[in-house]
């Protein structure tokens, strides 16, 4: 008994230090330009308090007040121009490591929020964590609040899920045949999960990103890839690009027998990128650049379409890329 309680107090010792170790962290009461009214400057207030994450404890506003006031400040102005006096106090100040001081401003019909990190212990906002960002109502900005959150590092860490999501391939190639996108995007889908990578269901990503009115994805800021990770409840998002697709037919004569040949050559090329929705970074992008000769077929193609060809095409292609996708994937 004696040593299980020896052992119990050690345990709520070492949770006690932790929860000690934990950044403590206050968010200033927004400032507000241009006519936003009183009751969204407090809405907004409510919704930082709730919505910041990354293992910081929060501190109360009281507190924050009366930190404030130590330093002879409001809780709602001149941190973003403190003195040497004011940092070096400040500094002195065990209450708070971190402050989150957010503005916002409204320009016509849309506002601009802007999110800035000061390190109390050196009384100055770190250049690397700030953020800016425009919308036009409180409930716009709720669907990006996280986003920005994780961008000053003041997020939620993504859960690892060990699942992927694969999105439809982006097309660039003029005039592309209509059944390119969806055949490249399910014989990749068939070959991830022959190689044992576990994927959401390609018709669902689809789906869940029309829903929320997300697309192109290629041209989006980092942080939306995090809001598309938790939307799809996925670790990694894999985009292919398709930048050359081709099913020619060339007349060619034969020196010696001087008779003509129709000689087919498919090119497919592009890539494929591997986005860690944890902090939207590119982690691989897997070049691909296949050409096939398709007289030098066994198979009988006399008979085959323009289709038949351009779908051999594909699957030749991912049969050579596949690996190295998977080996980025482990």
Do not use: H
């Amino acid at each position: 008994m004696k040593i299980q309680f020896v052992f119990s107090m050690f345990l709520a010792g070492l949770l006690v230090v932790a929860a000690a170790a934990a950044d403590k962290l206050a968010i200033a009461e927004p400032s507000a330009k241009g006519g936003v009214k009183s009751e969204d400057v407090e809405a907004l207030w409510g919704m930082l308090e709730a919505s910041v994450g990354g293992d910081y404890e929060l501190i109360s506003r009281s507190a924050l007040k009366q930190m404030m006031t130590e330093i002879g400040l409001t809780a709602d102005s001149g941190l973003t121009e403190l003195s040497s006096t004011q940092r070096a106090r400040l500094g002195e100040l065990k209450t708070v490591r971190y402050l989150l001081i957010p503005s916002i401003a409204k320009f016509g019909d849309r506002y601009q929020l802007t999110l800035m990190v000061l390190d109390a212990s050196t009384g100055t906002i770190d250049p690397e964590r700030k953020v800016a960002a425009t919308f036009t109502s409180l409930n716009e900005l709720s669907d990006q609040l996280k986003d920005l959150l994780a961008e000053v590092g003041l997020g939620t860490t993504v859960r690892k899920r060990g699942i992927s999501a694969l999105l439809a391939p982006v097309i660039r190639v003029k005039n592309a045949p209509e059944y390119l996108r969806e055949d490249f995007g399910v014989q990749l889908e068939n070959a991830l999960l022959e190689g044992g990578v576990r994927l959401r269901n390609l018709q669902s990503v689809d789906s869940i990103l029309s829903k929320n009115r997300i697309d192109a994805l290629n041209v989006v800021e980092p942080a939306m890839f995090r809001r598309v990770g938790e939307l799809l409840r996925s670790d990694f998002l894999i985009q292919p690009t398709i930048t050359r697709f081709s099913c020619t037919e060339k007349q060619e004569t034969i020196a010696v027998t001087r008779q003509t040949v129709v000689r087919r050559i498919g090119d497919l090329s592009g890539s494929i990128r591997i986005v860690a929705v944890a902090n939207g970074e590119v982690i691989a992008s897997v070049p691909f650049d296949a050409k096939i000769d398709f007289n030098d077929l066994e198979d009988d193609t006399e008979d085959w379409s323009a289709e038949d060809y351009g779908k051999l095409l594909i699957r030749r292609t991912l049969a050579g890329v596949t690996a190295k996708i998977l080996a980025k994937l482990k």
